[in-house]
T-cell receptor, first 112, second 111 residues
């Protein structure tokens, strides 16, 4: 599969559950991003990894925990979420030295 | 702190019409200005990227302009088609490759 893939595409979870979102890029990129897209709001940058090192944590609550085991994979671990965390979570990747970010299709998360 | 505003929030036009989407930003010290397209429930697709030293970029029926001094960018779509229906997002590129997005313009092109 080419480009940036995200699994699952849809996720419904209770506030006490623990789940993980997965992102994989097949583009040979070395920077990866997590964004949150809520209704009626602009995309919000959550985390940035460059060469597997976290370089940005945009004041995100600790109930969101990112992990980047290698340059091709990015995870977002979720625990004790709130209903207001329901949103589309988008992953993106970029090749160092270039400006264009390539986005995955997103995971639609619903917290009950 | 960079803020990006897009006007209008929604636009409906008949097929074949030429149209302009507007984007404004508060901090003129941007590195670049990017336009994306998002189809319902999908990720973003990069359309055009204008570096801060450039004034415009073109791709097919799309033309994007950048005026840093006034803090504005426009996306011009020529001869619109129903397949152009989507949400169009602009984003200002800052230091460390960070993007600040607007809320988007929802475009509907009616056959």
């Amino acid at each position: 599969e080419t480009g940036v893939t995200q699994t699952p595409r849809h996720l419904v979870m209770g506030m006490t559950n623990k789940k993980s979102l997965k992102c994989e890029q097949h583009l040979g990129h070395n920077a990866m991003y997590w964004y949150k897209q809520s209704a009626k709001k602009p995309l919000e940058l959550m985390f940035v990894y460059s060469l597997e090192e976290r370089v940005e944590n945009n004041s995100v609550p600790s109930r969101f925990s990112p992990e980047c085991p290698n340059s091709s994979h990015l995870f977002l671990h979720l625990h004790t979420l709130q209903p207001e965390d329901s949103a589309l979570y988008l992953c993106a990747s970029r090749l160092a030295g270039t400006d264009t970010q390539y986005f995955g299709p997103g995971t639609r998360l619903t917290v009950l | 702190k960079q803020e990006v505003t897009q006007i209008p929030a929604a636009l409906s036009v008949p097929e074949g019409e030429n149209l302009v989407l507007n984007c404004s930003f508060t901090d003129s010290a941007i590195y670049n200005l990017q336009w994306f397209r998002q189809d319902p429930g999908k990720g973003l697709t990069s359309l055009l990227l204008i570096q801060s030293s450039q004034r415009e970029q073109t791709s097919g029926r799309l033309n994007a302009s950048l005026d840093k001094s006034s803090g504005r960018s426009t996306l011009y779509i020529a001869a619109s088609q129903p397949g152009d229906s989507a949400t169009y997002l602009c984003a200002g590129g800052g230091s460390n490759y960070k993007l600040t997005f607007g809320k988007g313009t929802l475009l509907t092109v009616n056959p």
